[in-house]
């Protein structure tokens, strides 16, 4: 008898699809292949802002649940930096200035709400979010820097200081996932959030494209 597949790698290959999609849509593709400009990158950090605030909000509730607690670390912490990005590229003024799109709003909700109440949910966002900075984020935000001409401002957001080794990092994170104390059903439910994460992803990506669209029109 074979032994079982890892939570963490069925949580990998159960949302690979999702994560591929999520990718692709086609602003984010855009801004990969050259063809999104300096301000739809600007639109993309304003709308982190307010996805990152609701999850380090959950965080610090979280930090006293004894499962999500393990998950939450101070070196993942992305407000900060997504506030010195915002004030390169927007302006001191840059709370007045942005707002949060129809997806992202939908987005916080569900964050708020399951880091307020459930640490598997909470633990779900996290994963997408911070797994995916260390990984794709880390290509990303080289590529922006070239692309735009940044240094560290405007990308700090993808500028994890504090993990000298982010491979290190996320597998260590993927052995709490293992052994999480999650039964099969609990699981199951964990990975269907993270499912839902990639499809806020995706949607936000939508209402990127049309909102650059009904500004070109």
Known sequence: MSDPIPF???LRERS?????????AGFMADLMTG???????????AQHWFIYAALERAAERMREDP????FISDKLTRLPALESDLEYLVGPDWRERIAPLPTTRRYVERIDEVGSTWPGGFVAHHYTRYLGDLSGGQFIGRLMSRRFGFDTNGIGFYLFDEIADPKAFKDVYREQLDAAPWDAAEQERVIDEVLLAYRFN??????LAAAKAAQVA
Do not use: I
């Open 35 to 45: 063809e999104g400009t300096r301000d739809d990158y600007v639109a993309l950090v």
């Open 8 to 10: 963490s790698t069925a």
């Open 16 to 24: 690979s699809r999702a994560h591929s999609s999520s990718e692709h």
């Open 67 to 70: 499962v999500a607690a393990v």
């Open 202 to 207: 995706t949607q936000l990506f939508e209402d």
